[in-house]
């Protein structure tokens, strides 16, 4: 790795592309001849505008965003979306919700705040290692939305087939696999993802939501917390989060240059490969997730023990493999390997493991 950097598998913020990072170097003084780096530059001015509008056009094309669909730029991260979604969307005062690990039991917290929450299929029985079948689940008919954290960032699974909403709008807290494998908009009403994970910087989400749900009688509601506000004033209502939306938009550029996501989806899946191989031939690293429901983006693993567990993450870290320890409410250890985490820094961390285990045996 160049300047002396280390492969980090934190789980967010997480790695950028190194050449996105060398770009924004080289723009940092004197940002293409405005005489000021974006961090100094006013959000009103048309050298800023250039950026957020190249940045969403970006994205409409990475994702193939249909033109009834907003792109928003919100602050308050991906959390704050947890209570903005039943705000702006529990028309009836009701909401389905699928219960599948640490991200979305906060979503339930939050929305049960401001509404009737159904909680129509958990996992939790299991400790959340796999997603449950939502092929014909009890959705009353004035539910408002049925609402999925897509790839669970603690407890690293994955939805490969959405939930049957039975007609239903689909929200997803896309977070921590944004961008990572081709997406079709129309089946969702809202998408939503905090960028630190997978995109950019953190303190800034994006929201991706139909038109048809921005709704115009929320008077009531503090005008930041309506998708209105944002969506009316081109996600500059107040001062946006300038420095991530140009970092955000600088890796959509990226991704687009790699071959979209199509292309991402393949890198993914190879990358990911690599390491659940090694889980599924080692004697002493086990994956914690059902195969079906792997994540490609976090991969929770174990040893026996969690004294085991704990010298593994020391021996990584000296190594030059950082961020292996597994959330404190999981504990075990995890593989954060999102869109910008180079193969070659998955293989090289293989090779330690196996050593690790051939020195332990
Ligand atoms: C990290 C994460 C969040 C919270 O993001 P913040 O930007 O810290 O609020 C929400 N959902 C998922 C799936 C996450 O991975």
Not at 173 to 185: A, G, I, K, T, Y
Not at 272 to 291: N, P, R, W
């Amino acid at each position: 790795m160049k300047y002396g950097r280390v492969f980090n598998f934190s789980a967010g913020p997480a790695m950028m592309p190194e050449p996105v990072l060398e770009e924004i170097r080289d723009e940092m003084m004197n940002y293409r001849g405005s005489g000021m780096c974006v961090m100094e530059m006013s959000h009103r001015s048309k050298v800023y505008q250039q950026i957020i509008d190249d940045a969403e056009k970006d994205l409409r094309e990475l994702m193939n965003i249909p033109d009834n669909y907003k792109v928003l730029f919100i602050q308050g991260g991906a959390t704050l979306q947890f209570s903005m979604i039943p705000m702006n969307l529990m028309k009836n005062g009701k909401a389905v919700y699928i219960e599948t690990g640490a991200w979305s039991k906060k979503a339930i917290a939050e929305a049960k705040k401001v509404g009737e929450v159904i909680v129509a299929a958990s996992s939790k029985d299991k400790n959340y290692t796999y997603i449950p079948d939502c092929s014909d689940l009890d959705i009353p008919e004035d539910t408002d939305y049925v609402y999925i954290c897509e790839n669970e960032t603690i407890h690293g699974v994955t939805w490969n087939k959405l939930p049957n909403t039975k007609g239903h709008i689909l929200v997803s807290d896309q977070s921590s696999m944004f961008l990572s494998r081709p997406c079709n908009v129309s089946d969702y009403g809202l998408i939503y993802a905090g960028v630190q994970k997978n995109v950019g910087p953190a303190g800034m989400v994006v929201v991706i939501i139909r038109e048809d749900l921005i709704r115009d009688d929320l008077t009531n509601l503090p005008i930041y917390l309506q998708y209105k506000t944002h969506a009316d004033n081109g996600s500059m209502y107040n001062t946006p989060n300038c420095w991530a939306i140009y970092c955000c938009g600088k890796v959509f550029k990226y991704l687009k240059s790699l071959g979209g996501l199509k292309a991402m989806a393949k890198i993914n899946e190879d990358k990911a490969k690599v390491f659940y191989d090694f889980l599924d031939q080692s004697k002493m690293f086990k994956g914690t997730v059902v195969a079906k429901d792997r994540s490609l983006m976090n991969i929770p693993f174990v040893t026996e023990s969690a004294e085991l567990d704990a010298e593994v993450v020391a021996a990584t870290k000296a190594a030059g493999y950082d961020n292996l320890k597994g959330h404190k409410s999981v504990g075990g250890l995890r593989a954060s390997i999102y869109n910008a985490m180079p193969k070659e820094g998955v293989v090289a961390l293989v090779d330690f493991l196996k050593k690790f285990e051939a020195e332990h045996k």
